[in-house]
């Protein structure tokens, strides 16, 4: 089981994202599911005067099958580590269970026996949690007699924190400078399309059926496998690889790349291949092919992965020099299918590197 941190302890260097419960503005992109109504300005509404429910108050029916409630945060490329919630336990058996992605990662345990604001927060960094997290919790207690009126476990804030990333590539944006070889124009801008619902309504759908927010949220992506050429009537695909250059900070070996990659109609699997510059004070000038590869959904949906590979060995099982840069070379696997010559294949969003 996770540990719970001691509140007020430092958590982790900076806030990767947060949700104001019961403020739309603040609900609106992080896709709210199983919440009661709003309550606010009540005298025990929270710090900003707003809470809602994971159970009960006349907003659902207070059955058990009702004791629980979703909300989606966004780490990006960082990895998270911990998860703050600023929770009401008050005269009712206000406990709980903390679900990421479907894991559960600590239980509160009710503790006070009148209406008492708390903070807690919980390490998550064994979870290896990337990207969009849905964070559902869940009521252990028993409904209370005031349950049809009050409702039962109320929440007023919650914050993801997390390391932050080494360095960090916006494809199709601010990052264009860091691309090398072939990789195709920027989508959907060039050519329309649907690209994940990418632009509507923020950056596209994830694969948990959500859809991320904030500053990485640019809806501009490349593909990897470039649009083709005809020759006569025969259409030639064009370059299955594409390149990006990473900074290593102290040239540290056995960092983790983490890709916002979109799985599609088309076969959208790939490798990847690291070589690393200045590595142990020389250049190097060879080519590490990864063990770990990304085999597409090969189904009809389109939907974006956040997908993390090690680069601390490769598929030999050698260790990976990496030096102070980095270039990544992304190959596409799977056969150009049949709108190959107006989108290409393999669309990429984003690239980190993490510790």
């Known amino acids: 089981m996770l540990v719970a941190l001691v509140v007020g302890a430092s958590a982790s260097p900076i806030s990767l994202d947060s949700v104001n419960i019961g403020v739309p503005a603040s609900e609106a992109t992080h896709n709210l599911i199983g919440w009661s109504n709003t309550w606010s300005s009540c005298g025990w509404c929270g710090s900003d005067g ?4 994971i159970w009960g108050d006349g907003g659902e029916a207070p059955d058990p099958g009702n004791n629980w409630a979703t909300v989606t945060l966004d780490a990006g490329p960082a990895q998270a580590t911990s998860i703050k919630l600023q929770h ?3 005269a009712a058996d206000d406990g709980f269970k903390v679900y990421v992605n479907g894991d559960l990662v600590e239980t509160y345990v009710d503790q006070h026996p009148s209406n008492t604001w708390v903070d807690t927060e919980y390490d998550i960094s064994a979870g290896g949690y990337f990207g969009l997290l849905t964070v559902k919790l ?4 028993i409904a209370w007699s005031g349950i049809g009126t009050y409702g039962q476990v109320a929440f007023t804030e919650i914050e993801l924190f997390g390391d932050p990333w080494l360095d960090f590539v916006n494809v199709g944006s601010t990052g264009d400078a860091y691309l090398l070889g072939s990789w195709g124009p920027v989508e959907p ?4 399309g649907n690209w994940g619902n990418m632009g509507s309504p923020s950056c596209g759908v994830s694969h948990d059926g959500s859809t991320p927010s904030g500053a990485l949220c640019d ?10 050429i005809f020759v006569e009537t025969v259409y030639v695909p064009g370059s299955r690889a594409a390149q990006v250059t990473l900074i290593n900070p102290e040239g540290l070996d056995g960092r ?3 890709v916002r990659h979109l799985d599609g109609l088309a076969d959208d699997s790939f490798n990847l291949q690291v070589r690393g510059e200045n590595a142990k004070g020389k250049a190097n000038t060879k080519w590490y092919t990864l063990g770990q590869e990304y085999s597409g959904e090969q189904d009809s949906s389109e939907d974006w992965h956040v997908t993390n590979f090690s680069l601390a060995t490769d598929r030999k099982g050698d260790d990976i020099p990496l030096g102070d840069i980095i270039t990544i070379k992304f190959r596409a696997e799977g056969t150009a299918w049949s709108g190959h010559q107006t989108w290409g294949q393999v669309a990429i969003d984003w690239v980190a590197l993490v510790p």
Do not use: F, S
Request: avoid cysteine; proline fraction near 0%.
């Open 88 to 90: 009401l336990d008050g």
């Open 219 to 228: 809806n501009k992506t490349r593909v990897i496998w470039e649009q083709g």
């Open 50 to 53: 707003n809470m809602r429910l």
């Open 138 to 141: 869940e009521a252990t207690g």
């Open 189 to 192: 801008d060039t050519h329309g």
């Open 256 to 258: 983790t790349l983490v």
